[in-house]
């Protein structure tokens, strides 16, 4: 990685990434005072899961479990907090926050590491629109902390003190593309792959014949969109498609939409939310979706948590989010690399 000339180890390294290690302890300090004050309960998710998660493109480390007669048993790194947490929610907590250490393979970066932090957090009987207030107060928290009026990433900044653009995914494929995304949205969530490909090929966007709505929908996203996000404030990119939200709760007024948000500031994303999906029969339609849409693009797939289907039978109106810890404290620091927030990163030579 040739923006990262020596081990982390070395004096003259550890140096350098110093002052923004002590900023990290300044936000989690910062951020975990403020969860207080609301009245969250700070909880401990498992690392190790009978599924790591059920979404297609997230890739999980595997290990297993040995019984003491010898027996094995596959088990997994969680890439999130998340399928313990609504257990919890089931079970009773309302109000709950996790400062976890969540890992996920295949990403490396200056934005991404294997093994990195994400504050989760979950409120019963919120609704999204709270988790967006939540994001706000969070920015200008870790801000002070660091001891910086504003984000920043690459040259670009971002003013936490100012109300957040608010747009929806329709909006910025208008804005950024010249896409009429919903009009490849049925009412019952399918998409027209035909529509969506010709769009996207008509605003220059390279299409194989291979991709699926899905796919072209993420290079529209990832080419147009999010790299014009959150410039001068933050943004609140909301409302994406049932199909591209398979943890979230359709949307009263627009079933062809889910209660998705994500948060950016500086073209990165820091935050993604839900209203969360309680319906068991729904919930596993949808996992069964995503694990055959990962075993179609990379020949696995992970089992799904029985458990956690159950639970979700119990479960009551919750709002929940992911947050990742690293990048706010990058973007409040001025930090350049993730890995000068992490104390012990994982070997450079992982991945190479």
Known sequence: MPDLPSPW??????????????????????????????GFT??????????????????????????????????????????AAKKLIAAGETRIVDFARVFRNRERGPLHHPEFTMVEWYRVGASYEQLMADCVDLMRVACEAAGSR?????????????EPE????????????????????????????????????????????????????????????????????????CDYPVSEAALARPKASDPRVAERFELYACGVELANGFGELTDPAEQRRRFEAEMAEKLRIYGEAYPIDEELLAALSLMPPTAGIALGFERLVMLASGARHIEDVIWTPVPVSFGD
């Not at 049925?186 to 090929?201: E, I, K």
């Open 9 to 38: 180890w070395t004096p003259e390294r550890h140096a350098d990434r110093k002052p923004f290690l002590a900023a990290r302890g300044r936000v989690k300090r910062a951020l975990g005072g403020w969860f207080d004050a609301q």
């Open 42 to 83: 700070e909880v401990e998710a498992g690392i190790l899961q009978v599924s790591p998660g059920n979404e297609a493109h997230l890739h999980a480390f595997e290990t297993q479990a040995l019984t003491i007669d010898g027996r094995r048993a596959p088990l997994y790194l969680h890439t999130s907090p998340e399928f």
């Open 150 to 162: 504003l984000l920043s990433w690459k040259g670009a900044t971002a003013d936490p003190a100012l």
């Open 166 to 237: 608010r747009v929806t995914l329709a909006e910025a494929f208008a804005r950024e593309a010249g896409i009429d995304l919903l009009a490849t949205v049925d009412a019952d969530g399918t998409t027209d792959r035909v529509g969506l490909a010709a769009q996207a090929m008509a605003a220059g966007i390279r299409v194989a014949e291979d991709d699926g709505w899905a796919d072209i929908f993420s290079k529209v996203l990832v080419e147009r969109v999010e790299p014009r996000l959150g410039f001068g404030r933050p943004t609140i990119l």
